[in-house]
């Protein structure tokens, strides 16, 4: 069975940045996209930014400028660097991996953003 660990999460001031890392037990090279998703409270899930096999990235509106995805096929994991981080970005995070075998989810990281 294909594991995601999530790791990073905490509390920050508005302004302030935080670094996710999504492990994988399997390998990530050569397949598909991996993503990072959030929900928070009352609400639905949402991308927040994806990257393909070949390095291309999709990020929400939201997001843009702000937060940057990147992975690391060598050590099957991939990153979410948040920075100037506002309120509503407040949510559990979720990494999203589409291998050969399926898609899989790891269990999420909070993330609050707090004065």
């Known amino acids: 069975q294909v594991q995601l660990v999530e790791s990073g999460g905490g509390l920050v001031q508005p302004g302030g940045s935080l670094r996710l890392s999504c492990a994988v037990s399997?390998?990530?090279?050569?397949?598909?996209?991996m993503g990072w998703y959030r929900q928070a409270p009352g609400k639905q899930r949402e991308l927040v930014a994806a990257?393909?096999?070949?390095?291309?990235?999709n990020d929400a509106d939201s997001v843009k400028g702000r937060f940057t995805i990147s992975r690391d096929n060598a050590k099957n994991t991939v990153f979410l660097q948040m920075n100037a981080l506002k309120p509503e970005d407040t949510a559990v995070y979720y990494c999203r991996a589409v291998l050969a075998g399926g898609l899989y989810w790891g269990q999420g990281t909070q993330v609050t953003v707090s004065s």
């Open positions: 990257i393909s096999s070949g390095g291309r990235t």
């Open positions: 399997a390998s990530i090279s050569g397949f598909g996209t």
